[in-house]
């Protein structure tokens, strides 16, 4: 019963912001939106000290204020609402606020329908980069963690309005055979190469740190001959973002036989300027897999 209440209240604001939207330009609808959003942020953090953050490379250093915890805090409970529009976002009101680099990177794959795995981590909004790839053209399937019992109405109804919708938007363990099977037929799925779950490897990534890395993104482009992309967004303030892709992995470092390390290194060479000129980005899911070597 309770569960069926949140879900009933859950689409019923879905309904109202949408309706609501359609009445205001998008920075009209932010600047609506971010009072409320703040004041849930500072009612949030009001007795909260910003954690500490756990030893870093000196490139990755900034200063974690009672500030910058209500800023990033706010940032996504608003970031959050862009997701309530994914059959809008490739309209001409939407399609300025994201920027693409290095769609060269990746199009060739998607053009001829050849397998391939976008690799991403948490960093900045990626709870966006679905929403944002796929009104870029790009069908990406995302896989989640647990049971595809956690798929609500609320996320099904959100995923039909989304282009490409026949392509499904989700994935979740349980089903791993079919996204094997849409990875097979020429489809893009998004894996996150920052998680504590299945393999893990140790990835040199600065002087004296390495990275503590979940292999399954490599393992299935090794599997399907796969196209292996790196990709972050990056959050540039009040609904702007900017994805990066990086240029994908030489095919020697996907084969049965080549040292995975090799792959890791590339993904996260491609991604280090993002990480260096946004540190406050990198959040603790991607921190905590930076370990001091020996």
């Known amino acids: ?31 609506l939106w971010r009072p409320f959003a703040f004041t849930r942020a500072t009612l949030n953090n009001a007795f909260k000290k910003p954690k500490q953050l756990p030893p870093l490379p000196d490139c990755f250093h900034f200063e974690k204020t009672t500030r910058l915890a209500r800023q990033q805090r706010a940032d996504f409970y608003l970031n959050h609402m862009v997701g309530f529009f994914p059959d809008r976002l490739a309209g001409p009101d939407w399609a300025e ?3 693409s680099e ?11 329908k050849k397998p391939t795995i976008v690799a991403v981590c948490h960093f900045g909004p990626y709870y966006l980069f679905r929403f944002w790839l796929r009104a870029n053209g790009i069908p990406v399937s995302e896989l989640f963690g647990g049971d595809s019992k956690k798929y609500t109405k609320l996320m099904r109804f959100r995923d039909r309005l989304s282009p490409h919708a026949e392509i499904p938007p989700i994935f979740f363990q349980n089903q791993l055979r079919e996204m094997n099977a849409s990875l097979g037929a020429g489809n893009v799925i998004g894996l996150m190469i920052d998680t504590p779950f299945g393999k893990q490897i140790d990835v040199p990534f600065c002087e004296g740190w390495t990275f503590q890395m979940a292999t399954g993104a490599v393992r299935m482009a090794i599997l399907h001959q796969a196209e292996l992309v790196p990709c972050l967004i990056v959050d540039e303030g009040r609904w ?26 590339h993904l996260l060479e491609e991604m280090m300027p993002v990480f260096q000129a946004h540190p406050e980005q990198c959040l603790s899911d991607l921190t905590r897999c930076l370990k001091r070597a020996g």
């Open 1 to 31: 019963m309770k569960e069926g209440f949140k879900s009933a209240v859950g689409l019923a604001f879905f309904f109202v912001i949408r309706g609501l939207a359609r009445l205001l330009s998008p920075g009209g609808f932010y600047s």
């Open 97 to 99: 606020r994201c920027r």
């Open 102 to 112: 290095g769609l060269e990177n990746i199009m060739p794959a998607m053009r001829n």
């Open 240 to 265: 702007h973002f900017r994805m990066h892709f990086g240029r994908p992995v030489p095919k020697e470092f996907l084969t049965a036989q080549s040292d995975w390390n090799r792959a890791g290194k």
